[in-house]
C-alpha cells in the first residue's frame, strides 16, 4: 500500500525556463523530499492512538518514503493485505480469521495456532474480538488515502513558498 508524489511540472514551466536546469532539479528534489516526510508523519499521526504492540502500532513502524529526484513514494511495508485492512476498515458481516485476531490482540505477528491453543484468555478475547467486527465491523483509518488528501492540500502553497524563493534567490 503506497502512495507516489510528483509535481506538476507544467505549473512550474516558467520558473524551470527562466533559471539553470540544475539549480530548480534541486529546490524541487529537496521540495519532494520534505513532502514525503511530511506524508510518512501524516500517516503515522492518523493511525494514533496507536495500541501498543497491536495492529496500528505495527502500521505506525512499518511507514518507509523513497525519493529519487523529483518523485517520492510514501509506503508501508505490512503484508498489502493488512495494510488495506487498517486502511479500509472492515464491513459488518465481514468474517476475519481467529488467528489475525489473536496476533492483532498480542501484537505477535508470528503466533501460532498451536501457541494459541496454550493462552485461553486471549484465545476468548479472539473469539469476541472476531464477534464484534461480524457484527459491527471496522472503521478504517485511512493513514494513507488523508496522508494524500492533506499533501495535495499543501502541494500550492509549498510550491508558491519555492516560487518565491527563486525569485528572492535570482531575481526573477
Known sequence: MSMEI???RVKLKEILDSIPPSKI????????????????RISIALL?????GRGTDFAQKSMRYEVQGTTAKVYSVM?????MSIEEGRHPGEDIALLAAAR???GEQYLTSSRLSSR???????YRTKAAIRQTG??????IAGAWDKINQEMPERMEK??????????R
Do not use: C, S
Request: charged letters at 40%; zero cysteines; a positive charge.
Open 162 to 171: 519555492m516560487a518565491k524563493t527563486i525569485e528572492k534567490k535570482w531575481g
Open 79 to 83: 503484508p498489502e493485505r493488512r495494510a
Open 25 to 40: 532539479n534541486l529546490m524541487l528534489e529537496e521540495m519532494v523530499k520534505q513532502m514525503a516526510g511530511t506524508a510518512r
Open 120 to 126: 485461553r484468555d486471549l484465545k476468548d478475547e479472539a
Open 6 to 8: 510528483e509535481l506538476d
Open 104 to 106: 492483532w490482540l498480542a
Open 138 to 143: 471496522v472503521k478504517g483509518k485511512r493513514f
Open 48 to 52: 494514533k492512538p496507536a495500541d501498543p
